[in-house]
C-alpha cells in the first residue's frame, strides 16, 4: 500500500525563534539537519517513488537529508513553495501584533480572512500547492512518495485532508512528518478536479 508522507521543513535560525519564514533563503540550523537525517533514517526500510520539494533553500536541504537516509531520489517541483508572506516575511508574531495591530487579530481569528501585505491569499496558494501534488499523483506509480513543504503549506494541505475550513489553519500546523497511509486516496481528497 502506498503512501504519502507530508514533511514540514527541519529546523532554521528563524522557525526556531517563532519568525516567519517562506521567500528568504535559509540554512538549515545544525539542529535542523539532524532533524532531517533522523527523519530519513525513519523513512530507510521504505520505497519511495521520491522526496518532492521545491527549490527553495530550506526544503530542498530538508529534502536531501530525508531522501539520503531514506535512499531515496529528491524530485524538484514548481508549485510547492511556501506561503508567501511579503512584509510579514521575517516578523515574530509579538512584531506582527505590535505593526498590524487588527490584521494580526484577524490572522489569529481566521488566517484566510488575510492576504499580508504585498504577500499571498491563502486560497490562492492552496489552489497553486494542490496544483503540484496531482502531478505528483500522477507519478507515483504504486510506490510511496514524501513531500516536504514548508510550515503553512504543509499545514494548508493538512486541513484540506481533513476537510477542515482555511480558518482552522493554525490546528493543523506540525512539526515533524505526518504519514497518510492511502497516498492515491489521500491526494484524491486533496487534488479533487483538475480546473483549479
Do not use: N
Not at 494580526?104 to 501585505?117: A, F, G, L, Q, T
Not at 497516498?183 to 486533496?190: D, P, R, W
Amino acid at each position: 500500500m502506498s503512501a504519502l508522507v507530508l514533511i514540514p521543513w527541519a529546523a532554521t535560525e528563524w522557525t526556531a525563534s517563532g519568525r516567519l519564514a517562506a521567500r528568504t533563503p535559509l540554512p538549515l540550523t545544525e539542529a535542523g539537519r539532524a532533524q532531517a537525517e533522523a527523519w530519513g533514517r525513519e523513512f530507510a526500510t521504505r520505497e519511495f517513488f521520491g522526496v518532492y520539494t521545491s527549490e527553495e533553500q530550506t526544503s530542498l536541504e530538508t529534502a536531501k537529508a530525508v531522501a539520503l537516509g531514506a535512499g531515496a531520489k529528491v524530485r524538484d517541483l514548481d508549485g510547492l513553495e511556501e506561503v508567501h508572506f511579503g512584509l510579514w516575511e521575517g516578523l515574530t508574531e509579538e512584531t506582527l501584533k505590535s505593526r498590524f495591530p487588527k490584521a494580526y487579530k484577524r490572522w489569529r481569528e481566521d488566517p484566510s480572512s488575510v492576504c499580508p501585505p504585498e504577500g499571498e491569499d491563502l486560497a490562492e496558494a492552496a489552489a497553486r500547492i494542490r496544483k503540484a501534488l496531482r502531478t505528483v499523483k500522477r507519478k507515483m506509480e504504486r510506490a510511496s512518495v514524501a513531500v516536504v513543504l514548508g510550515p503553512t503549506a504543509c499545514a494548508l494541505v493538512r486541513c484540506e485532508l481533513a476537510g477542515a475550513p482555511l480558518s482552522e489553519l493554525r490546528a493543523y500546523l506540525a512539526q515533524t512528518p505526518i504519514e497518510y497511509s492511502d497516498a492515491e486516496q489521500t491526494l484524491q481528497a486533496v487534488t479533487p478536479t483538475p480546473t483549479d
